[in-house]
Every structure is written in structure tokens, then in C-alpha cells.
């Protein structure tokens, strides 16, 4: 996870002038509420995973449909 958070926040998404090296500098440029996002978006999609291909094609459609929805409600929230 801490990896992941890493390579993240190194992203030209979030990038700054320097490479963060570890989570500490992660957090600090990203902030608490984007870390917990980001744990979470990480975190769910080690659960959306599987070996067999017609599970992992439900739950893609399942992940896909879901991220939709929040988005939808994001919308609907902000008007």
C-alpha cells in the first residue's frame, strides 16, 4: 500500500517539483482526505480481483457500474 501511495503521488496527477521518497512526504502533499481516498480506491481493487475469467469480468462489470454510480451521485450532490 505504501508503495502504491508512493508511486501515486508521483503521478503528473499529483507531481510537484520533487519526488516524494516515502509515505510521510506522501501525505503531506496529498493531504489526509486524498490519502484515505486513495487507500480506499487501492484497496478495492485488490478485492475486485480474480483468476477466473468469468468472475473477474462480472466484477469489473460490478466495479465499472459502481464507479458510475458514485460519480453520478457526486454530481447530484454538488447542484
Known amino acids: 500500500m505504501s508503495a502504491k501511495l508512493v508511486r501515486a503521488c508521483n503521478s503528473p496527477l499529483y507531481r510537484g517539483f520533487n519526488d516524494?521518497?516515502?509515505?510521510?512526504?506522501?501525505?503531506?502533499?496529498?493531504?489526509?482526505?486524498?490519502?484515505?481516498?486513495?487507500?480506499?480506491?487501492?484497496?478495492?481493487?485488490?478485492?475486485?480481483?480474480?483468476?477466473?475469467?468469468?468472475?473477474?469480468?462480472?466484477?469489473?462489470?460490478?466495479?465499472?457500474?459502481?464507479r458510475e454510480m458514485a460519480a453520478l451521485c457526486w454530481v447530484l450532490g454538488a447542484g
Open 20 to 66: 516524494v521518497l516515502n509515505v510521510r512526504e506522501t501525505v503531506v502533499r496529498l493531504g489526509m482526505k486524498t490519502t484515505r481516498q486513495l487507500v480506499i480506491v487501492f484497496a478495492m481493487r485488490d478485492v475486485f480481483k480474480s483468476r477466473q475469467p468469468l468472475p473477474q469480468k462480472h466484477m469489473e462489470l460490478l466495479w465499472q457500474h459502481s
